[in-house]
């Protein structure tokens, strides 16, 4: 959802119930990351910013939003790591940053939720809000960290939950049946337009959410490879 306050703010999720309305922003990070004085950084060496001031942002944004029109809602944000394989060695933990492990708590409280007329009333409001067409079309400026690498459907753009890469073809839940492979390199091609440039394999696994034998197939097929050891990095053909 993206919402115009002055400033644009994108959200990912929002859950509304309980008096509450719940901010998730969901990220992706695959591996292992340590936290270095305020730095996520990973094995690559690769420094990621805090996430932390993006969603206070998005928090501070979403309370005036609801304030100017007249709703009384609590504003609850979390950040939300759901790769399995991401570890964040180092850190001493933040409420405010819900890890794989703690997802099932999470699911397990929004469960109970069943919102009432005035929250659903907030819902539309805020749907009705929601603008449509972000007017910067400058890709330059999108920084490639705070994209959902996760695989869309082509045809709906739903997230593809999981993907099975014993499997050659992936069902959307729209009914559109594609290729695995095609899929993939669609997703691949989206990254290398926001990246502007060439890409690691890790990049590419993340961006395709495959293992590094089914990437480095999928590579040989579709990229040319630049550089050598830790220094490879791949352009699209
Ligand atoms: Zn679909």
């Not at 959200?11 to 719940?22: A, E, L, N």
Request: a positive charge; aromatic letters at 10%; glycine letters at 6%.
């Amino acid at each position: 959802m993206l919402l115009k306050d002055g400033e644009y703010v994108q959200y990912d999720f929002i859950v509304i119930g309980d008096g509450t309305v719940y901010i998730f922003e969901i990220k992706n990070n695959s591996g292992p990351y340590r936290y270095d004085r305020g730095n996520i950084v990973n094995r690559h060496h690769v420094v990621i910013k805090d996430y932390r001031p993006q969603l206070e942002r998005a928090h501070t944004m979403m309370e005036h939003f609801l304030r100017m029109h007249g709703m009384i809602m609590k504003v609850v944000s979390r950040i939300v790591f759901i790769n399995d394989s991401f570890s964040l060695a180092g850190f001493n933990g933040d409420a405010r940053m819900v890890f794989h492990g703690q997802l099932q708590q999470v699911v397990n409280h929004l469960k109970k939720i069943k919102p009432s007329t005035y929250e659903c009333e907030v819902g539309q409001m805020l749907v009705g809000a929601h603008v449509d067409k972000y007017p910067y079309q400058n890709v330059r400026q999108v920084a490639v960290d705070v994209i959902d690498p996760r695989l869309r459907c082509q045809s709906c753009r739903q997230l593809i939950a999981e993907i099975d890469t014993m499997k050659k073809y992936i069902t959307c839940s729209c009914g559109r049946k594609v290729k695995r492979e095609d899929i993939m390199l669609a997703n691949l091609r989206e990254f290398v337009l926001l990246k502007q440039g060439a890409f690691t394999i890790q990049e590419a696994m993340d961006w395709t959410m495959s293992p590094k034998t089914t990437v480095k197939r999928l590579l040989r097929k579709h990229a040319v490879k630049t550089g050598i050891g830790r220094a490879t990095k791949y352009y699209l053909k």
